[in-house]
Structure formats: C-alpha cells, structure tokens
T-cell receptor, first 112, second 112 residues
Framework: QKEVEQNSGPLSVPEGAIASLNCTYS??????FFWYRQYSGKSPELIMS????GDKEDGRFTAQLNKASQYVSLLIRDSQPSDSATYLCAVNRVNRDDKIIFGKGTRLHILP | NAGVTQTPKFQVLKTGQSMTLQCAQD?????MYWYRQDPGMGLRLIYY???????DKGEVPNGYNVSRLNKREFSLRLESAAPSQTSVYFC???????????FGDGTRLSIL
C-alpha cells in the first residue's frame, strides 16, 4: 500500500459545479495535511493546510480531514476554468521523521 | 523577497557526468527538501534536512548525495548521472512543526 494515494484522473467537472478531490494515507501517525495546486510546467503552490478532524474553509476551497478513516479531501465550489490543474495531497509525519510524502496527484479539468 | 531559489533552471548532461543542483532560501527556515517529479508520479522525496547539520534519506535516495552547507543552502549532487535521473527537481523549505513547504521554481534536468 502506498503511503499517500490519489486517483490520478482526469476528473472533469462542469464550470460552476463542485469538484471533489480525495486522498487516503496509510500512516496513522500523520498529523499535518496539505493540498497543493500545480499548473503544467510550474512549481506546486499551497492551497490549504489542515491539522484536525473536520472541515476547514477558505474562500471557494474546503478541506476535510477524517483521521479515523485516514482520508483527506478537497472541495472546490463554483469551479472555474482557472482551477484546471493537478492537485497534490501531501502528508507530514511530524512526530516520527518529519517527512512530507506526496500522492501522485489528481488532474482536474473544468469544462467551460 | 526571493523565497526559494534554485540554480540552474535547465541543464543537459551526458551519462556519467556529475553535477550539483543548488538551492537557497531566505526565509530562515529550518527544514529543506529535495524532490524529483516524473510524469504521472507526483513528487518523490529524495533527501531532506530537518535542521542545519542533519540530512536523511527519503523515498528515492539512490544515485544522489546532499549537503546542508548552512541554514540557507541545501545542495543535491549527482556523482555519475544516468538517463533514469532525467526529471524535474524541486527544492522546498519550511519551518519545522508541521508547517507547509515553500517550493522553488524547479530544475529541468535531461541526461542523454
């Protein structure tokens, strides 16, 4: 089992709809979770950090964390064509070795 | 405010040649990381340094060496380049304690 798993996609969502991206992780000791957006040919940029169970909202983005089920998700409301990118989930084992492990990323395509 | 600076941005090597990728950050961060990104593979951790004077292996360390020269600089060395090391290399830094990473613009390396 890979440490961090994401569906590679592509995930196609109509403009204005909600895009839902999911990520599962294997290490129960993980404590910090991040979502990054990466445009083609560019470096990853941070969208959301989440550290405790529940929802965290920032504008059109909502991150959800469920440590018991070992998954973290990202919802994008009112999807825009500019949201078309690859979304990377990253997991940090803070109290073990401080590694940050990334999933392979999900390609999101917003249909105009 | 430069953030994380990587040099060079592009490089072409022949098999067997050596080179060092440079990374410097001006945010006074404790932790620094080297990742490689191949198509469809997300970001894979090569080496990281949780603090000045320490380095640890990541997921794919074979064929690489690193040096944490001081708090600002973290270099990645390929002693004898192989075509399998053709990739985009990203350097990242962050404060410790579960904070998110800041990424450089990447080095695109081709090995013929």
């Amino acid at each position: 089992q890979k440490e961090v798993e994401q569906n590679s996609g592509p995930l196609s969502v109509p403009e204005g709809a909600i895009a839902s991206l999911n990520c599962t992780y294997s290490d129960r000791g993980s404590q910090s979770f991040f979502w990054y957006r990466q445009y083609s040919g560019k470096s990853p940029e941070l969208i959301m950090s989440i550290y405790s169970n529940g929802d965290k909202e920032d504008g059109r983005f909502t991150a959800q964390l469920n440590k018991a089920s070992q998954y973290v998700s990202l919802l994008i409301r009112d999807s825009q064509p500019s949201d078309s990118a690859t979304y990377l989930c990253a997991v940090n084992r803070v109290n073990r070795d401080d590694k940050i492990i990334f999933g392979k990323g999900t390609r999101l395509h917003i249909l105009p | 405010n430069a953030g994380v600076t990587q040099t060079p941005k592009f490089q072409v090597l022949k098999t067997g040649q050596s080179m060092t990728l440079q990374c410097a950050q001006d945010m006074n961060h404790n932790s620094m990381y080297w990742y490689r990104q191949d198509p469809g593979m997300g970001l894979r951790l090569i080496y990281y340094s949780a603090s000045e004077g320490t380095t640890d292996k990541g997921e794919v360390p074979n064929g690489y060496n690193v040096s944490r020269l001081n708090k600002r600089e973290f270099s990645l060395r390929l002693e004898s380049a192989a075509p399998s090391q053709t990739s985009v290399y990203f350097c990242a830094s962050r404060e410790t304690g579960g904070q998110p990473q800041h990424f450089g613009d990447g080095t695109r390396l081709s090995i013929l």
